[in-house]
């Protein structure tokens, strides 16, 4: 017995003090390092996580004194949602039908007879090319297909054959490019061969009063066009038809095929090309079997509407090209020097924290890339007709359609009424006269170029440039309609960078051309002379009427590695004076090696030597102030008032709304700031982040500007004002101005034209547009942002003349910001006084790529010099998509580029605490505030509102576990410490008693 019971005691006997702890400690120490590394995460991550759960609520409430004020200052045209989307539909199908371009119309094969019985062909008329990928993609589940829009436009439509296209599109998926991961991109045409329409043919009789064949090309963002079929960057992804030579803007032999077996099937044979870029059509124009040719751009939501009332008649087609349509693009000057070009000798290294590449999820390279517009000035139709004035180029053989040309039903006439010749400091404006001589009512689009004086071996010069056109309203027969086309003498001059380094309108005779496209004058007007008879400067001493500052040289460094004379290592200049002679060659050995200059602009912004070089004071932060930001609405940039404001905030209040740019401005709460929101898309509003914002697909710019017409511009604007008004919208990402430098640009279906001009006026247009319900656009990709490939790989240096860079890409951005204004009423006084004052444009987005060797959002003279000194714009500027080291924060703000697109922690500043780095967060801050300030985001605000601020749910959860957590660690800890005495107190009574424990 006595044995059992001193089994049955150690058997029981407690856990020891040790080994108890030796099991406790641990896990609650686990517990607690996983609550504090989650909390931390939560803090670091902020942005991302309330990009995703939401940030929480700041709710105003305005004071007794204001309540009745109208702090409405902006307010929709629509009582709702539903009745936006329902106009927004009807004026994407305006858009259509007025940009679609007839570029081919033998014997009046168009239009077909109403209620005409068709055989749609080709991939893309069950497959069509709504818009592009990427940023700039659209939600089209509810879009009109080019079926539908044809059925709407009472054609009977075969259904046997469309029945086969789509069963095979649905099988067998066209190319298409995968964001900034070229080997997982495809270039597959994906046309059906024609043995797939054989079990089908038989229907054709019965849908035979024409064929309509679809072309489909598609574009995307982060990847190019292929210029070879067969050298792509994954081999496995070759499209199994591709042949030798071949690249992806021409007719391939299924294609061929296609157009051969309508030409067989039917009397009349229709193309519609559904493309947003251009395409080698030679053979099509040139064939006498293909009887009407349509350039239908890309759709959007209801564009295909637009295209069957063309093909009925019930709309007259007047869209114009906005580029060159050239027969053999291999042969253009811009071929060899676009894609992909990496220096040997540089290996780009930038210094990142691994919390920051933990969680930008960006594939990093070393490579330093470039591109070379060799060029010049000398793209598009400023190339073409210059080559053919100077006898290098047969004009007919190299151009299937000049840019600017447009067929129509009716015959116009036009007459020039009278011309304003200013003085050289004035303007130049010209009445001309149109008149429907045709029996069919439609518009037409005057367009108005100068031919510049032009020396052998000077400035160089195109033979024509557009400056300024009109579209007419609907003119019946008969009917006539005076326009008046303007512009400043100034725009005349060209620019120099070798000699003045500045603008100059050079002694000699100009023409002022009233054409019907950038080759044709219109019949029945003649040139109208103007001669400049002293060459006038526009230096420091006589800066243009249009400048803040006079326009001078600011990309020396770029324009150095250029040459007039084949220098070798230096880029050959393409002149006028000898076409062939300098025609672009592709980069030799030599270019491929970095100079000095070149390797040093890839190296790492140094933090530290700008903040020791920098010698002002340190800003005053944290400040005292009873100011919000809607005491600020109204006032002048340079307000006092402003320098208050500002020293009110913290370093981290601002750093935290600088480093949280995607998509929004982040609140600040002490200063009554509410959070903004700035989807994306130049085809209308979307997100990525937050579907339910996405709006109306819009068309292509492409083919928004193909109509020429800027009042639909405007139109398109208001509507997406009155969207935003709805939607809580606050900014744009939008629009895009960059240019077609390159039809192979993958992105070329987001931006207007290969033309400054018409791409500058359409941007203002509807910009203009937008502004009119708040909303401040975020105008991109400043600048000279044409080419997709390798763009985040370090970012290209990109080459260029300051001419080339000042007189085409830098052009429409100049326009915008000199031409883009918001209306602003504003609370002046404390009875509530509504007054009105007008700011310029809002927004900015840097690109991607360097100009030369420096980054472009981290470039002084682009950022500041260019866009604030010399053209006055006040706005705030952001980032491109920020997840990549070479795109430094501080150097962006730095230079001007305010915001940062990305969220903590993807991005972080390298210094928050020298004068430099505050001085930079604080100026920054303040371009955000004043845009905000002035836009709609204040709507319902009055000064002395009060703020309160409500968290998301994700914060409510975090705060509660967090306290959950903790008490009971906390409970964990005091059980602990109960048991450790309690059980010592037991082993000492045990000990007394002459128990061994």
Do not use: C
Request: proline letters at 4%; hydrophobic letters at 40%.
């Amino acid at each position: 017995m006595n044995a059992r019971a001193s089994k049955d005691s150690a058997a029981k006997a407690p856990m020891s003090n040790k080994k108890y702890l030796s099991i406790w400690i641990p896990i609650i120490a686990l517990v607690t390092i996983i609550t504090v590394v989650a909390n931390m995460a939560l803090v670091t991550a902020g942005g991302w996580v309330a990009s995703q759960f939401g940030s929480g609520t700041y709710t105003f409430t305005n004071s007794d004194e204001s309540a009745d004020w109208d702090t409405t200052y902006y307010e929709s045209d629509y009582a709702d949602m539903d009745a936006v989307d329902a106009a927004a539909r009807e004026l994407v199908e305006e858009i259509g039908a007025e940009g679609i371009v007839l570029a081919k119309n033998e014997a009046g094969a168009l239009p077909l007879d109403g209620g005409a019985a068709l055989t749609m062909l080709g991939r893309a008329a069950a497959d069509p090319v709504y818009g592009g990928s990427g940023s700039g993609s659209v939600d089209t589940n509810t879009a009109v297909d080019a079926r539908t829009g044809l059925e709407n436009a009472g054609f009977t439509i075969n259904d046997e054959a469309y029945t086969a296209i789509d069963e095979y599109a649905a099988e067998n998926r066209r190319g298409h490019i995968e964001m900034d991961l070229p080997l997982d991109s495809t270039f597959t045409i994906g046309e059906m061969p024609i043995e797939g329409y054989e079990a089908v043919s038989s229907s054709f009789a019965e849908y035979d009063d024409a064929g309509v064949v679809f072309i489909g090309r598609p574009g995307g963002e982060g990847g190019d066009l292929a210029q070879d079929m067969l050298d792509i960057p994954n081999p496995d992804n070759v499209d199994p038809r591709a042949e030798e030579g071949q690249h992806q803007l021409e007719l391939n032999q299924d294609e061929k095929d296609l157009i051969a077996l309508a030409q067989d099937s039917f009397e009349t044979v229709v193309v519609v090309v559904n493309a947003s870029t251009t395409l080698e059509l030679g053979e099509l124009q040139d064939d006498a079997g293909v009887d009407a040719i349509l350039l239908a751009g890309s759709p959007g939501a209801s564009a295909f509407n637009g295209l069957g009332s063309i093909l009925s008649g019930d709309v007259n087609p007047s869209g114009h090209t906005v580029d060159l349509w050239a027969s053999d693009f291999t042969a253009d000057p811009t071929f060899v020097n676009f894609g992909e070009f990496v220096y040997d000798n540089i290996e780009a290294s930038y210094p990142v924290s691994a919390t920051e590449s933990a969680t930008s999820n960006a594939t990093v390279t070393d490579d330093a890339p470039f591109v070379n517009y060799a060029e010049g000035i000398y793209i598009g139709y400023r190339y073409y007709e210059t080559a053919a004035a100077e006898g290098f180029i047969d004009y007919d053989e190299a151009v299937v359609y000049p840019f600017g040309y447009g067929l129509s039903y009716t015959d116009f006439a036009w007459e020039v009424e009278g011309a304003e010749l200013g003085d050289v400091d004035g303007e130049i404006s010209v009445d001309v006269t149109v008149t429907n001589t045709g029996d069919v009512a439609g518009k037409d689009a005057v367009q108005v170029y100068v031919n510049a004086p032009y020396t052998t071996g000077g400035i160089e010069k195109a033979e024509v440039v557009l400056t300024d056109f009109a579209k007419t309203s609907v003119l019946e027969p008969g009917a006539s309609e005076t326009v008046t086309v303007s512009f400043a003498v100034e725009d005349m001059a060209s620019y120099d960078y070798q000699d003045a380094q500045s603008y100059i309108l050079e002694q000699g005779d100009y023409e002022i051309r009233v054409q019907n496209d950038s080759h044709t004058i219109a019949e029945g007007t003649e040139p109208i002379a103007y001669t400049v008879d002293e060459t006038v400067v526009y230096d420091e001493s006589n800066p243009r009427a249009s400048d803040e500052v006079a326009t001078t040289n600011q990309f020396d460094d770029v324009s150095a590695e250029f040459s007039t004379e084949g220098e070798d290592g230096k880029i050959q200049v393409m002149s006028r004076a000898d076409f062939a002679g300098t025609f672009p060659t592709a980069p030799t050995e030599d270019l491929y090696v970095a100079d000095e200059a070149i390797v040093e602009g890839f190296e790492a912004w140094d933090v530290d030597a700008a903040a020791e070089a920098f010698e002002g004071d340190m800003p005053t932060t944290g400040a005292s102030s009873e100011l919000s930001l809607i005491d600020m609405r109204g006032l002048d940039k340079d307000d006092p008032q402003w320098d208050e404001l500002l020293d009110s905030l913290t370093v981290g209040e601002m750093t935290d709304m600088l480093l949280n740019g995607a998509y929004q401005t982040a609140a600040i709460g002490s200063i009554g700031k509410p959070q903004t929101l700035e989807p994306d898309g130049p085809a209308g509003f979307s997100s990525f982040i937050n579907s339910a914002i996405n709006g109306v697909a819009y068309p292509s710019e492409v083919l928004i500007a193909q109509t020429w017409n800027v009042e639909l511009g405007t139109a398109m604007g208001e509507m997406l004002g009155n969207e935003a008004l709805h939607k809580d919208i606050n900014g744009w990402y939008a629009p895009a101005v960059n240019l077609h430098r390159s039809p192979f640009g993958g992105r070329n279906f987001e931006y207007y034209s290969e033309d400054p001009v018409l791409s500058g006026q359409m941007l203002t247009s509807v910009a203009n547009g937008v502004a009119t319900k708040g909303v401040y656009t975020m105008v991109k990709h400043y600048a000279m942002n044409e080419q997709e490939t390798n763009r985040v790989n370090n970012g290209i240096a990109t080459w260029a003349t300051e001419q080339t860079i000042r007189e085409l890409y830098l052009k429409p951005f100049e326009m915008g910001v000199k031409n883009i204004t918001m209306d602003v009423q504003y609370l002046a006084d404390n009875e509530g006084t509504v007054e009105e004052t007008t700011i310029g444009a809002g927004g900015m987005m840097s690109s991607f790529n360097r100009i030369g060797a420096t980054w472009a959002g981290g470039s002084v003279a682009l950022m500041d010099t260019v866009l604030r000194d010399e053209w006055g714009f006040d706005g705030f500027a952001i980032s491109d998509f920020n997840l990549y080291p070479y795109m430094n924060p501080n150097e962006s703000i730095h230079a001007g580029t305010d915001l940062t697109l990305t969220f903590q922690p993807s991005k972080s500043f390298g210094d928050t605490s020298s004068a430099k780095a505050v001085t930079d967060i604080r100026d920054s801050t303040h371009d955000i505030l004043y845009t905000v300030a002035n836009s709609n985001a204040m709507n319902g605000l009055a000064p002395g509102a009060t703020v309160d601020y409500t968290p998301p749910t994700w914060v409510v959860v975090q705060i509660v576990a967090t306290v959950v957590i903790g008490l009971a660690i906390a409970g964990a800890l005091v059980m602990i410490i109960l048991r450790v005495r309690r059980h010592r107190a037991d082993a000492g009574t045990a000990k007394g008693a002459g128990t061994t424990v």
